[in-house]
């Protein structure tokens, strides 16, 4: 894959999370506290703090393919 590729695609799953962040309620996975109990347990909490870690990674990876850079040359004679 090219880093144009790469980076439509790391942009792609950002504006995902981003959406399902926003689409956030009572009733979503995120959006209510733990819950324990009758032999089960979601981790509310958990699942929406592995969305901001990724959200963070990415935006990393983002900004690493889209520069800035610097170019250095050297010419010879």
């Not at 926003?22 to 509310?44: C, L, M, Q, W």
């Not at 959200?55 to 520069?67: M, R, T, V, Y």
Request: glycine share 10%.
């Amino acid at each position: 894959m090219t880093d144009a590729t790469n980076l439509a695609n790391l942009k792609a799953r950002r504006d995902a999370i981003y959406a399902e962040l926003a689409a956030i309620d009572t009733t979503k996975a995120g959006g209510a506290p733990n819950v324990n109990g009758a032999g089960s347990a979601v981790d509310h909490v958990g699942y929406k703090d592995g969305l901001y870690r990724e959200l963070d990674k990415l935006n990393d990876l983002i900004a690493s393919l889209e520069g800035p850079f610097e170019v250095v040359s050297e010419a010879t004679s």
